[in-house]
């Protein structure tokens, strides 16, 4: 699976921003998709995940109730959208996909994308 991450940019806090991963492959829609993010001298965390079907979700503290994460098996592709963004949030973004376990470990992730910058200005 190869996964393509965009739709990062520079927004004002308080602003939105929609992510978009679009995978390859036909098996797409048996994978936990994820996203995570990683800051400039931090760990990557993680951020959200959603189930195969869609029916289970999963999100950090940091943003439940400003993030959510949706997917379109039919498009291959998987989405973040960031509300009330705060200068917080800033980070590299990326998507994820696992085929087993441990939605929210970075180690359950087997497949990556190149990641996508988001920077929140205060």
């Known amino acids: 699976v190869q996964l393509q991450a965009s739709g ?3 927004v004002q806090a308080g602003g939105s921003l929609r992510l978009s991963c679009v995978a390859s492959g036909r098996t797409f829609s048996s994978y936990v998709m994820g ?17 195969p079907s869609g029916g289970m979700i999963y999100y950090a503290n940091s943003v ?10 039919a498009k291959n592709t998987v989405y973040l959208q960031m509300n009330s963004l705060k200068p917080e949030d800033t980070a590299v973004y990326y998507c994820a996909a696992s085929n087993s376990g441990g939605y929210n470990l970075v180690g359950a992730y087997e497949y990556w994308g190149q990641g996508t910058q988001v920077t929140v200005s205060s």
């Open 64 to 73: 439940k109730g400003r993030f959510t994460i949706s997917r379109d098996n």
């Open 8 to 10: 990062g940019g520079l």
């Open 35 to 51: 996203w995570f993010r990683q800051a400039p001298g931090k760990e990557r965390e993680f951020v959200a995940a959603i189930s």
